[in-house]
């Protein structure tokens, strides 16, 4: 229509009298007196059709007919298009009250089953509370629809405990506070921003904490209580130092950012304080503030610090989540690490396990056992049977104190050595197999034949400890101390037996305080007992720390504690050596010695089982040093005295040190260095040195030597003689 418009317009204008501008003038005319255009047109111009003086006036006015009638048409199509406009207008603001309304609908149900607040009901508003959602890790995306809220989700929750159990032996009580803790935040929702529950869970290791928890997820994923089973797991005891708050801040974020509903928190006790209050934020206030300017980049917290961003992420909120710390410790030892506001927060939901009693033991020693049956069948084709003792003689091995991964580790034991008898035997597939046991040793009978299992595992290595104990002898004197370095060997082989018996261990402190003046092999001894203790398995690292006050205490106000904890880590499976302990206490205004003396004692108190503390220094001077702190002298009971060495002993050394340089001393001196040690040793031994005065005199007697060699040309290369000593 528009085209044909425009070319009528332009023959009107084009082809006769009129302009354009008379036309336009016309139209307005027309629209507001009425008439038509040509009417119009003649009151305008003052001319009319029959004045044309070219002749053409039908044809004008066929064209002026023509374009009337497109205005006309223009018009009806322009008010019907105002009509449609106004009716989609009047659509559009029906779908938009009924978008409100469910979008309501939805914020309610968040409030409700996800602990997200609800808004007023707008679009804006609903919109903002989802990506809020998002933003705190909570999911809502297609697996939220699915959960059960309501009286449906209480319902849900019948028989749960029960279920577990038949996997989860001897702690029924457990289960039921367990429970419980889960089902609360649907009788007591929390608020908007807050974790939807806290649940602190203890108890011995090797009681089921962590299969009770795993068990537990998976049967409130399959009965649509959460939308997965999946636990997010915080290693809160990696993050030691102050100096690791980006990598704390990051692993916080993906934990609360991950679509796992449960996060699991371990070894809090071994947390940095400053990392434990963010923590406890989560607990108590359901989140915490950044310390600066973030965005979300792929999953990832990243610093813009003064950039422009206008989706900053400044704070973390735990709304959605249930958060379980899992500890050894009990909940008076927790309040004092984490605060008693964080064990407030708990409602009560305290989850403790219990020791395992003879019955649980033995229902899982006839799971395991079941177990071994089929993985031998699977793995080395053998069809076993068992006599009717084997599952209490499997229990009575791992003991109580052993827990499941002593019954895992016999059963284990078995499966390995019927796969050496695969190896090494010739057996048809699917060859009968009955076990037995007998004087603590496992046999297998097949057919006629009858072979014992348990000579088929491979001996422990022992070649590092016969070399260790070579070095040993070949120290010099300190006849009590190897005795007791010996000794040690022979109580933890001790106690290793008890454990196979299922009988209770004796637990001893291994932490020793060596005294003795310099030189006498303190620090040869603690390096021999890291690789001993290692090699008989009483350590997994076998390294030797050493280190002194420099390394152990700061610099300035907070510098102590994450510098001695950083030690500490990294002597964790072998042996930390503080020469010169004593020199950490200068008395009670030494601040900076007494944190790490408090820091020392607790890092000894967290990593007992896998960490040796020796600390040397003087007798008198190690004394006070035990004053400095109460739970000093309960945890180093071990003092081992390393009396200063004789003239005898300090001229086997020096021979010792001529061999290992390629020398050898002459017979003809022994007298007059003998005489000579013993004179030392009886006047100044504290000074001397003692090791080291035998070193001393040997190198000075080298250099002696190449002297009186240029004389003598001829003499022995390797001898030397009394006078090389220049005693």
């Not at 699977?378 to 791992?398: L, V």
């Amino acid at each position: 229509m528009g085209d044909s418009f425009m070319d009528a317009m332009g023959s009107l204008g084009g082809g006769s009298d009129y302009t354009l501008d008379e036309i336009r003038q016309a139209e307005k005319l027309k629209k507001k007196n009425g008439g038509t255009l040509v009417e119009n047109l003649e009151k305008v111009t003052g001319r009319g059709m029959n004045a044309d003086p070219f002749g053409n006036a039908d044809a004008l006015k066929k064209q002026v007919m023509a374009m009337q009638e497109m205005t006309d048409a223009l018009g009806k199509r322009s008010q019907a298009a105002s009509d449609s406009l106004d009716s989609a207008g009047r659509q559009l603001a029906e779908n938009s009250q009924m978008l409100d309304r469910e979008l309501r609908e939805l914020n309610e149900n968040l409030a409700r089953d996800f602990g997200i607040a609800a808004s007023a009901g707008s679009t804006a508003q609903a919109g903002q509370q989802l990506a809020a959602g998002q933003q705190t890790g909570t999911d809502t995306s297609g697996t939220k629809e699915q959960v059960l809220s309501g009286e449906a989700a209480l319902d849900a929750f019948d028989g749960i405990a029960e279920k577990i159990g038949e996997r989860v032996y001897g702690q029924e009580a457990f289960l039921k506070k367990l429970v419980i803790a889960f089902k609360r935040p649907y009788v007591m929702p929390a608020g908007e921003e807050q974790a939807k529950n806290t649940v602190f869970v203890s108890g011995a290791n090797d009681t089921g904490r962590h299969f009770a928890l795993k068990e537990l997820a998976g049967e409130l994923a399959e009965r649509k209580l959460i939308g997965n089973d999946r636990i997010r797991t915080v290693d809160l005891g990696i993050y030691t130092d102050a100096s690791m708050e980006s990598v704390f801040l990051q692993d916080i974020y993906a934990a609360l950012s991950d679509d796992a509903e449960i996060i699991l928190f371990e070894n809090f006790e071994n947390c940095h304080p400053s990392f434990l209050t963010r923590i406890s934020a989560l607990v108590t206030d359901g989140g915490f503030r950044l310390p600066g300017r973030y965005v979300s980049q792929k999953g990832q917290l990243v610093s813009v610090q003064n950039a422009l961003a206008t989706d900053a992420v400044s704070m973390l909120h735990a709304a959605g989540k249930y958060l379980v710390f899992v500890s050894e410790k009990s909940l008076d030892k927790a309040a004092g690490i984490m605060g008693a506001a964080f064990v407030d927060a708990l409602k009560g939901d305290v989850c403790v396990t219990g020791e395992l009693d003879e019955e649980a033991i033995r229902r899982i020693a006839a799971c395991e056992q079941e177990a071994l049956r089929t993985r031998a069948g699977e793995q080395c084709f053998f069809d076993i049977s068992f006599d009717d003792d084997f599952a209490a003689f499997g229990a009575s091995r791992a003991g109580r104190q052993a827990g499941v991964t002593g019954v895992r580790a016999f059963y284990a034991s078995v499966l390995e050595a019927l796969a050496q008898a695969r190896l090494e035997g010739s057996y048809e597939k699917g060859a009968a197999l009955k076990l037995r046991a007998e004087n603590g040793r496992i046999f297998a009978q097949h057919g006629e034949e009858q072979f014992d299992l348990t000579a088929l595992l491979p001996e422990s290595y022992r070649g590092e400890i016969e070399e260790i104990r070579e070095e040993l002898d070949a120290i010099v004197g300190l006849h009590e101390v190897k005795n007791y370095v010996l000794g040690l060997e022979e109580f933890y082989r001790v106690q290793k037996r008890r454990e196979e018996e299922g009988l209770k261990t004796a637990a001893v402190s291994k932490h020793m305080i060596f005294t003795g003046n310099p030189g006498t092999g303190k620090t040869t001894i603690a390096r021999i007992i890291s690789r001993y203790l290692k090699a008989i398995g009483v350590l997994t690292g076998g390294q030797l720390v050493e280190v002194s006050r420099a390394d152990l205490v700061g610099r300035y106000v907070g510098h102590t504690a994450p510098l001695t904890n950083q030690v500490i880590q990294s002597a964790i499976g072998g042996v930390l050596f503080i020469d010169e302990a004593y020199s950490l206490y200068r008395g009670k205004d030494d601040s900076f010695g007494l944190e790490a003396i408090d820091t020392l004692v607790k890092g000894i108190e967290d990593n007992r089982d896998n960490l040796i503390v020796i600390l040397a220094g003087y007798s008198k001077e190690m004394q006070e040093f035990l004053t400095a702190n109460s739970g000093l002298k309960s945890r180093f009971p071990n003092v081992i005295d390393f009396p200063n060495y004789t003239g005898e002993e300090l001229l086997a050394i020096a021979r010792s040190i001529a061999k290992s340089k390629g020398y050898e001393i002459d017979t003809g001196a022994d007298e007059t260095l003998c005489n000579y040690f013993n004179e030392v040793q009886a006047t100044r031994a504290a000074d001397a040195g003692n090791g080291r005065l035998a070193r001393n005199l040997v190198e000075e007697a080298i250099l002696n030597q190449s002297r009186r060699l240029v004389a003598e040309p001829d003499a022995e290369l390797s001898l030397l003689v009394s006078r090389d000593f220049d005693l």
